[in-house]
């Protein structure tokens, strides 16, 4: 088992900028892929960024120049440093793990950001 906890939300204003931190416990793999994924109330939960299968990196469009994944292997933890942050940038931000057993979610860290 894989729990994550993700920390770093909070309200901030259009422009703005935040950090968040998702840390990875437990019997944590080599080989897996660790990213980020944000749900508003009535939307579908989308891929903001992340790392994938190959360790490269990928961003959502709406994201793209603003947002940069990072990660630290040895604290097992994967960060999203999100800048010129806009309102429909509030969610609640998801960190995913997953490797060959499946994938694992954390409970989800909430943004607002403020216009």
């Known amino acids: 088992q894989v729990q994550l906890a993700e920390s770093g939300g909070g309200l901030v204003q259009a422009g703005g900028s935040l950090r968040l931190s998702c840390a990875a416990s437990g019997n944590i793999l080599s080989y897996n892929i660790l990213d980020w994924h944000r749900q508003t109330p009535g939307k579908q939960r989308e891929l903001v960024a992340g790392f994938t299968w190959s360790g490269t990196t990928q961003y959502a469009d709406s994201v793209k120049g603003r947002f940069t994944v990072s990660r630290d292997n040895a604290k097992n933890t994967v960060y999203l440093q999100m800048n010129s942050l806009k309102a429909e940038d509030t969610a609640v931000y998801y960190c995913?793990?997953?490797?060959?057993?499946?994938?694992?979610w954390g409970r989800g860290t909430k943004v607002t950001v403020s216009s």
């Open positions: 995913r793990y997953g490797d060959y057993r499946g994938e694992f």
